[in-house]
């Protein structure tokens, strides 16, 4: 049984919460995507176009959905690895080398941040297509998700580091699976 205390609740809530967002974008996504597919072939003639913001829309939802829910991947850890080299590797070298990638993932996300936060800054009065030119709909906008997904990733990668340090069979039992071979 796995013991409960406020550190997962509030884990757990924040796991929900991303993942919660991310499924509501993606649903926003499917039915802006499905209204202009129903204005452009089927009410084009009786309202003499289709939606001309309905593509600018479907293209903000698609960037926000790819960083936050690369944020949700990082936090299952379903990254890309290899996980069947590195399943048979000792639980030392496994230990090692998840801080060693996630220390690589920490400073690809810095370096994301870091260029996203000023290409936001820059595009604040810039408009999207046939969005109005004012918040959220200015092109700043494109760099919000870049920012927050990078920061839920930095999050989630700081958890891993700190569960190979205090719970390292955490680590250990998503990579090899449940039976653990304590080869150290």
Do not use: C
């Not at 190979?164 to 090899?176: A, F, G, R, S």
Request: proline share 4%.
């Amino acid at each position: 049984m796995r013991k409960t205390n406020k550190n997962t609740s509030l884990k757990t809530r924040l796991d929900q919460g991303v993942r919660g967002i991310v499924l509501l974008l993606y649903v926003l996504m499917i039915l802006v995507v499905g209204l202009q597919i129903l204005t452009r072939w089927f009410l084009g003639d009786v309202i003499g176009s289709s939606l001309p913001w309905t593509v600018n829309i479907s293209q903000m939802l698609l960037v926000y959905i790819t960083f936050i829910g690369a944020a949700v991947t990082s936090s299952k850890r379903e990254h890309i690895s290899l996980d069947l080299l590195v399943s048979r590797l000792s639980d030392r070298t496994i230990r090692a080398l998840t801080v060693v990638r996630t220390m690589l993932i920490l400073i690809f996300v810095g370096v994301l941040i870091y260029g996203a936060y000023p290409l936001y800054l820059s595009n604040r009065g810039f408009g999207i297509g046939a969005l109005p030119a004012h918040p959220p709909f200015t092109q700043a906008w494109l760099y919000v998700p870049v920012i927050v997904g990078g920061v839920l990733i930095a999050v989630y990668g700081i958890r891993d580091i700190w569960q190979v340090l205090m719970d390292p069979e955490t680590i250990l039992n998503d990579i090899k699976g449940d039976d653990i071979n304590n080869e150290d």
